[in-house]
């Protein structure tokens, strides 16, 4: 079945400092989405990918979509301790009917 | 816009009983909904899809008999977890699809002791 394949599984950065993750899957995907969860919340929404090549950002947060559609990355800009959560690459199944979520990268930041 | 309540926010129930986790959208109409189970540092996996007025549609591997979900309303999913066990303790999130994408609860943290 469809997978998304996170890295790394977890970061332990100084505030002020950069960051990136990705995703990657054996399959292609038409749309990728990048979504935060802090402790004990359900995810958040940060950026939405439709297009391949496409190089989205959000404030502080760039993610593009891969060419060949099988890959997404984020970064992170000049990191702050309230960046500290769990970031999830999330796309379509394949049937188009929901979502389904990477096993997620863990950001913890120390100030 | 498009924010989807869930309660209770936690909840402690014996093993054997039954628990009700309500999911509401309060701004728009929800004709599917969804619902996740994630297990401690591990990630969301999909439960069910509900559709307002017919079945819902379950996971492979996920039981139906033992989580009833009752989508009677455009703004009201419903998961039940019936003869609960500890195994059954995880956090359980409900997600509305609306016009511009989808949304996600603030979950539902259950023990079952």
């Known amino acids: 079945g469809q997978q998304l394949n996170q890295s790394p599984q977890s970061m332990f950065i100084q505030e002020g400092e950069d960051v990136s993750m990705n995703c990657t899957s054996s399959s292609i995907f038409n749309t990728w989405l990048w979504y935060k969860q802090d402790p004990g919340e359900g995810p958040v929404l940060l950026i939405a990918?439709?297009?391949?090549?496409e190089l989205t950002s959000n404030g502080r947060l760039t993610a593009q979509f891969g060419i060949t559609r099988k890959d997404s990355f984020l970064n992170i800009s000049a990191s702050i301790p309230s960046d500290v959560g769990i970031y999830f690459c999330v796309g379509p199944n394949q049937a188009g009917t929901a979502l389904i979520f990477g096993k997620g990268t863990t950001l913890s930041v120390s100030s | 816009g498009a924010v989807v309540s869930q309660h209770p926010s936690w909840v402690i129930c014996k093993s054997g009983t039954s628990v009700k986790i309500e999911c509401r959208s309060l701004d728009f109409q929800a004709t599917t909904m969804f619902w996740y189970r994630q297990f401690p540092k591990q990630s969301l996996m999909l439960m069910a899809t509900?559709?307002?007025?017919?079945?819902?549609?379950?996971e492979q591997g996920v039981e139906k008999d033992k989580f009833l979900i009752n989508h009677a309303s455009l703004t009201l999913s419903t998961l039940t977890v019936t003869s609960a066990h500890p195994e059954d303790s995880s956090f359980y999130i409900c997600?509305?699809?609306?016009?511009?994408?989808?949304?996600f609860g603030s979950g539902t943290r259950l023990t079952v002791v």
């Open positions: 509900s559709n307002e007025g017919s079945k819902a549609t379950y």
């Open positions: 990918l439709y297009k391949a090549g």
């Open positions: 997600s509305a699809r609306w016009n511009y994408g989808y949304t």
